[in-house]
């Protein structure tokens, strides 16, 4: 397998660019598979999203090097909201420090809660009524927790902080439910047991809702 160096390409001259001017990652794996060259993505977005919400940079910040970084086809693909949900969910989980054994006590779980509220505009503004890129979202909350030996609450905390600040709607939860192509399909690993520890949410969703003080007037 040859690398870019051997065939005397820069980075520049390799990454096709989409009409927006951000880089085309579709044409870039294409290239490099022609060219026998080793996968090569256009520009690693994941590692900086989590490195700005360790340094509690705002969620306008983190957008902008979305915007930099990624064309707006791309940024509102299923592998990116994948990418991005996991990114957001690393940035916040290491800054909350459990063995993953118990439930985040009520200070863990406040700042969790803060810090998701923070971040959740990210994926409402890529996500918003789009019920296949808000399942995908749930795909990645359910391998995440696999990956990580589920840690105790997650799965049930993240799906209810998905509702609550209106990133994933009620439909995608009925679809993810009742889905059994995208979310046990590669990437996404541990549907089953997801299900199980989403009960709370589930039954939550079941349940109707109590009017407002509005209406009740």
């Known amino acids: ?38 996968s090569l993505t256009a520009v690693d977005v994941v590692t900086p999203i989590v490195a700005l919400i360790k340094a509690k940079k705002s969620s306008d910040d ?49 700042a969790e809660k803060a810090a998701v ?33 589920q840690p105790m609450g997650l799965v049930d905390r993240w799906f209810e902080y998905m509702y609550d600040e209106d990133v994933v709607e009620e439909l995608a939860f009925d679809n993810y439910k009742k889905d059994s192509d995208v979310s046990k399909s590669s990437p996404y690993e541990g549907k089953n047991q997801a299900l199980k520890l989403a009960d709370a949410m589930y039954t939550r969703l079941a349940q109707p809702e109590e009017p407002d003080d509005e209406d009740k007037a």
Do not use: W
Request: aromatic share 2%; with cysteine.
């Open 1 to 38: 397998m040859k690398t870019v160096a051997a065939v005397n390409l820069t980075l520049t001259e390799l990454i096709p660019l989409s009409r927006d001017g951000k880089p085309d990652s579709e044409r870039v794996a294409d290239l490099c598979d022609r060219q026998g060259l080793q």
């Open 62 to 110: 983190v957008l902008q090097h979305i915007g930099k970084a990624v064309s707006d086809a791309d940024s509102k693909s299923p592998s990116f909201i994948n990418d991005l949900t996991t990114a957001i969910i690393t940035g916040i989980t290491s800054t909350v420090e459990t063995d993953g054994t118990k439930s985040p006590d009520a200070k863990q779980t406040a």
């Open 117 to 149: 509220e923070q971040y959740s505009p990210v994926l409402k503004k890529l996500c918003h009524l789009n019920s296949t890129l808000q399942l995908h979202v749930l795909c990645s909350i359910q391998t995440f927790a696999h990956k990580h030996s």
